[in-house]
């Protein structure tokens, strides 16, 4: 696990940290870990395919719509963007 030093913290949020800390029932140190997982880790990982299933259902395409977008669509492979 990594360690992090955060330096410079204000007097008032470090007291508002150890209050919020107290209500919780944990360290300083644990609140601040809680804090950084709630606000930088989803709750759960969206999946790609997950996602398109979901957007299939929503714009609620049929399996007839699925076969005229492959019948209409190039099947080669698309080329890497050339940057200036």
Known sequence: MAVLT???VPDEVHRALRARAAEHGRSAEAEVRAILAAALVPPH???LGDALVALGRDLELSDADVDALEAGGDRAPAEPLAMP
């Open 45 to 47: 990982r969206l999946l």
């Open 6 to 8: 955060v330096r410079g």
